[in-house]
């Protein structure tokens, strides 16, 4: 019989250097809308689906990142999926710090220079990670791919051309600046395991 239960906890990286917030910006990015299939060693045939949402905050020098997972499947195996959810999620955390340390800085703009704006479903661009508190604050924006961010000229930056160029981007506030930074791309095998 299949079944399905929530599952909800937090999180708590440091944040205090750019290094650690470019990791766990890329740790939300590893787990938000993603789906992984857990099967029993004995019992193939029934598997468990979870899907993974994300929420973040930072406060001082720590980020908080706030997990849901949604398990669906055999009932006898969801008790048993729901305690592994946290080693993997520590698994994609270390990855995640990992890639971070891999990371390309592509280019830096002053914070002032850049708007934030909401975008329509066509125009979110899942590939381009930036932090949910830099949204626009006084509208309801789906996050976290619900905005962009946009130059003083009204052009989408960084530009479709560039997101097209790489697989993952994050925007980086540090200090004054925005960062651009390209991601190692996740590996379609690690991301299906």
């Known amino acids: 019989m299949s079944k399905t239960i929530e599952h909800e906890w937090e999180v708590e990286l440091p944040a205090g250097t750019p290094e650690q917030l470019l990791a766990a910006l890329a740790a939300r990015d590893r787990l938000y809308g993603q789906n992984v299939t857990l099967e029993p060693e004995e019992d193939a045939e ?19 990142l706030a997990i849901y997972a949604e398990l669906s499947g055999a009932k006898q195996y969801l ?17 995640a710090a990992t890639e971070a340390a891999e990371a390309a800085l592509l280019e830096t703009r002053k914070a002032s220079e850049v708007e934030f704006k909401l975008v329509a479903d066509d125009d979110q ?38 997101l097209s160029a790489h697989d993952r ?22 991301d299906e395991a």
């Open 46 to 64: 029934n598997t468990v689906e979870v899907w993974f949402g994300a929420a973040e905050a930072l406060e001082g020098d720590t980020y908080h």
């Open 79 to 95: 008790d048993a999926a729901r305690d592994a959810l946290e080693d993997i999620v520590g698994e994609q955390i270390e990855m």
């Open 125 to 162: 661009r899942p590939q381009l990670i930036i932090p949910e508190w830099l949204g626009p604050q006084d509208e309801e924006v789906e996050m976290p791919w619900g905005f962009r961010t946009y130059g003083q000229d009204g052009r989408a930056w960084p530009d479709d051309d560039m």
């Open 169 to 190: 981007l994050v925007i980086l506030p540090v200090g004054d600046d925005l960062r651009l930074y390209a991601l190692p791309p996740i590996d379609d095998e690690e």
